[in-house]
């Protein structure tokens, strides 16, 4: 799938985004090792950066999910692809700081 971003006068006119295929094979050591409360509790974004890919980029098609519920594989996949596009969205606004603080 392919998102063209339009904007009229904008300068993100014509910016591409595609997702990527989901290749990863579920790292169930480092899922296993994730405490979901301490992330929470002290707002641990280094823990969520560290299982990112992991999370977004697994293979919801593979035998790891075999018997998984369909419906929980649906909402599994919305939320990789929003992930996705959130880092796209972070990519894009990040180089867009950078263009603008060597125009400064």
């Known amino acids: 799938a392919v998102v063209s971003t339009q904007s009229t006068g904008n300068q993100n006119q014509g910016v ?7 290749y990863r094979k579920v790292d169930w050591k480092l899922l296993a ?31 790891d999910f075999l018997d998984v519920d ?16 959130l880092l796209h969205c972070q990519e894009y606004l990040s180089h867009g700081t950078v263009e603008l603080e060597t125009k400064l």
């Open 16 to 22: 591409q985004f595609q997702f990527r295929k989901r």
């Open 33 to 63: 090792n994730v405490d979901v409360d301490k992330i929470t509790r002290d707002l641990d974004y280094h823990a969520l950066q560290a299982n990112i890919m992991n999370v977004a980029f697994c293979d919801t098609k593979s035998q």
């Open 70 to 85: 369909e419906d929980f594989i649906k909402l599994y996949r919305l939320g990789q692809y929003t992930i996705e596009y």
